[in-house]
């Protein structure tokens, strides 16, 4: 079945630091979704990316998706308390695969 | 909008107990789906439903049930409780989308299991 990997599994950062986490899938993916978790909380939805090569920007986050729709990366410029959580990743359509998650720790 | 809830909280179970875990969503959403959460495992699919009376399984289906009737609900039962079903659960639900690409997803709060 479809497999997707997330590295790496834990990063601390400064702040003020960037950060990026890496998502490769064993399959070509419909789409690459990407969630945030808080400690405690539940994934909320970040974004979704479909094309080939896409990149979409949310204030200090870039989303990228790979030209063969196989890996993808989240980008946190200069990033900040409140980008504490773990970030995943996740493929497909109906069913839907997650990767481990990046967990963030961000030292004022 | 409550969006999506889940009940109960927390729960404890001994080894062998059965329970229904409850989801309920307030947004006429067609796709609903239940995770697994373990440390270190990500989240895992158990079972999903893109419409009511229509259920699949996911990746890790064994010593679960769900069933669909109305677009509101989708609940989760454990047949007979393990310790490795010890985990958080949660409950997820969204536009089915088109063409390959989902609507954004909305999770509920989480149950967290304990079985003893």
């Known amino acids: 079945g479809q497999q997707v990997m997330q590295i790496p599994q834990y990063q601390h950062v400064q702040e003020g630091e960037d950060f990026t986490t890496y998502c490769n899938s064993s399959?070509?993916?419909?789409?690459i979704q990407w969630y945030k978790q808080r400690p405690g909380g539940h994934p909320v939805f970040l974004i979704q990316?479909?094309?080939?090569?896409e990149v979409k920007k949310q204030k200090r986050l870039t989303f990228q998706f790979g030209e063969a729709k196989k890996n993808s990366s989240l980008h946190i410029t200069a990033t900040q308390t409140t980008d504490v959580g773990t970030y995943f990743c996740?493929?497909?359509?109906?069913?839907?695969?997650f990767g481990i998650g990046t967990k963030l720790q961000v030292i004022p | 909008n409550a969006g999506v809830t889940q009940t109960p909280k927390f729960q404890v179970l001994k080894t062998g107990q059965s329970m229904t875990l409850q989801c309920a969503q307030d947004?006429?959403?067609?796709?609903m789906s239940w995770y697994r959460q373990d440390p270190g495992m990500g989240l895992r699919l158990i079972h999903y439903?893109?419409?009511?009376?229509?259920?699949d399984q996911g990746e890790v289906p064994n010593g679960y049930n769900v069933s669909r009737s109305t677009t509101e609900d989708f609940p989760l039962r454990l047949l007979s409780a393990a310790p490795s079903q010890t985990s958080v659960y949660f409950c997820?639900?969204?536009?089915?989308?088109?063409?390959?690409?989902?609507?954004?997803?909305?999770f509920g709060p989480g149950t967290r299991l304990l079985v003893l």
């Open positions: 997820a639900s969204r536009r089915t989308g088109t063409s390959g690409a989902v609507e954004t997803q909305y």
């Open positions: 399959t070509t993916l419909s789409n």
């Open positions: 990316l479909v094309k080939s090569g």
């Open positions: 996740a493929g497909g359509y109906q069913k839907v695969t």
């Open positions: 947004m006429n959403h067609e796709y």
């Open positions: 439903s893109v419409g009511a009376g229509i259920t």
